[in-house]
């Protein structure tokens, strides 16, 4: 089974102020992906990456940026958070070779900005 | 973009033992389907994951394709009270990203 983990679980902050969300994953995947999801709705797209150094811009990317330092770690930075940013985010891994793409998930991390 | 829409679109409600139809249409070309369950606090549990059009199987739970319909079906069958909560579907289409419907919630009552 697939590790994938997140940190922190749970944050608070002002409007205006500095977030990192940071995953890990164990399994060596090459894709990572960040989605946040908002009441009422599905996951959506933020950033993605293929590899350590690689970034790729998903479907809601404003107001975000992200670094993949590593095979295993993919980070969100907000760096001006705004109260539209309160929501829930996931991590998610695949190893994404050939045909077989299943992603796998993190905890979630819940975010509140004031 | 790809659009995808489940049905029922909100809210499902069955009695303890009988089956449940969710369905998940898209718009575009699919390359494999993953369906998800969400816990009341969030956590998202993967389900199913179905390659191109392949039917999948796990316990209680069935996933087909019809692929001349870009339409695919979650099957619950013998439904119990723990499975309520919220399944999500999520077509697979180019660059390995995954496109979630909203969701449909079901709830199962004794």
């Known amino acids: 089974e697939a590790a994938v983990t997140q940190s922190p679980r749970n944050k608070v902050t002002v409007t205006g102020g500095n977030v990192t969300l940071s995953c890990r994953q164990t399994?060596?995947?090459?894709?990572m992906y960040w989605y946040r999801q908002d009441t009422g709705h599905g996951l959506r797209l933020i950033h993605y990456?293929?590899?350590?150094?690689?970034?790729q811009i998903g479907d809601v990317p404003d107001g975000y940026k992200a670094t993949r330092t590593t095979q295993e770690d993919f980070f969100l930075l907000l760096e001006l958070a705004s109260p539209s940013q309160t929501s829930l985010y996931f991590c998610?891994?695949?190893?994404?070779?050939?045909?077989?793409?299943?992603?796998?998930f993190g905890p979630g991390t819940r975010l509140t900005v004031l | 973009g790809q659009q995808v829409q489940q049905s029922p679109p909100a809210s499902l409600v069955l009695q303890e033992g009988e089956n449940a139809e969710l369905q998940c249409t898209y718009s575009?070309?699919?390359?494999?389907m993953q369906w998800f369950y969400q816990r009341p606090g969030g956590r998202l549990v993967s389900l199913l994951y179905?390659?191109?059009?392949a039917e999948q199987r796990g316990g209680r739970l069935t996933s087909s394709a019809a692929s001349n319909e870009s339409r695919s079906s979650l099957h619950i069958s013998s439904s119990q009270i723990t499975d309520s909560g919220t399944y999500l579907c999520?077509?697979?289409?180019?660059?390995?990203?995954?496109?979630f419907g909203a969701g449909t919630r079901l709830a199962v009552c004794p």
């Open positions: 998610a891994s695949s190893d994404a070779r050939g045909n077989y793409a299943e992603q796998f």
């Open positions: 399994n060596s995947h090459n894709y």
């Open positions: 990456s293929y590899g350590a150094g690689n970034l």
């Open positions: 575009t070309t699919l390359n494999s």
């Open positions: 179905s390659p191109s059009w």
């Open positions: 999520a077509p697979l289409g180019s660059f390995n990203k995954l496109t």
